[in-house]
């Protein structure tokens, strides 16, 4: 069983690095800016209600077979949208609520993932 996990480990490194990330910018941002941080982390549990972005988060990481590409897809989509944001292009949204997204997508997607990896072993 040990191997198992050892290897659902070394292929699932991508998901449990994002989980890491989003761990560390919450307890970080706790002590940097507590207010924005808890603005962020509370529009993050408002979309998940929004279940159209779950799902579409769920669907991405558990059948693109390259997480990578996801994973990447996703902090460039974020990337984009934050410049027409600071351009002015899109008035109605915040660099906040874009990284709110962006915090769902790659949590739920990478829960994902790995959901599929520990599947490939039927534990």
């Known amino acids: 069983m040990g191997d198992q996990f050892k290897t659902i480990f070394l292929k699932a490194k991508l998901n449990f690095a ?8 919450a307890v970080l941002g706790k002590f940097i800016n507590p207010e924005l941080t ?5 529009t993050a549990d408002q979309l ?3 279940l ?3 799902f579409i988060a769920i669907t991405l990481g558990a ?3 390259n997480f990578k590409l996801v994973a990447l897809g ?12 600071q351009l002015g292009i ?6 906040e609520y874009l990284f709110a997204v962006l915090i769902v997508v790659l ?3 990478s829960i994902a993932n790995l959901y599929r990896h520990y599947r490939e072993f039927g534990l």
């Open 107 to 109: 949590g739920f997607a």
């Open 74 to 85: 996703s902090i460039a989509a974020f990337i984009a949208a934050t410049a027409l944001v």
């Open 18 to 25: 994002i989980l890491a990330a989003i761990l560390g910018i």
């Open 63 to 65: 059948f693109v077979p």
């Open 52 to 54: 159209y972005i779950v």
């Open 48 to 50: 998940v209600s929004d």
């Open 38 to 42: 808890n603005a962020i982390f509370v």
């Open 90 to 95: 899109y008035t109605y949204l915040t660099i």
